[in-house]
């Protein structure tokens, strides 16, 4: 494995961290449970496909994107 793979790899978990986080707390749900819910979105998917460089983008903006696809707003989370 390249050093700019293990890069990638290194960023999409400290998203993924930050992001069933903020998740937990704004819901106020087990860290255990945001995992679940994170993970079973296409914008989780989204972020472990490296070619689509969303691991270059803020927490708060993958967060909108996740939260965009929870209410169904397809449109809002394409644009995104």
Known sequence: ??????????????????????IADRDCITHTEAIRKFMATKTYDLLLDPESYL??????????????EQRGDWARWTEA
């Open 1 to 22: 494995m390249t050093a700019e793979a293990k890069s990638v790899i290194l960023c999409q978990d400290i998203l993924a961290t930050r992001l069933t986080q903020m």
């Open 55 to 68: 691991y270059l983008e803020s927490a708060e903006y993958i967060l909108d994107m996740y939260d965009a």
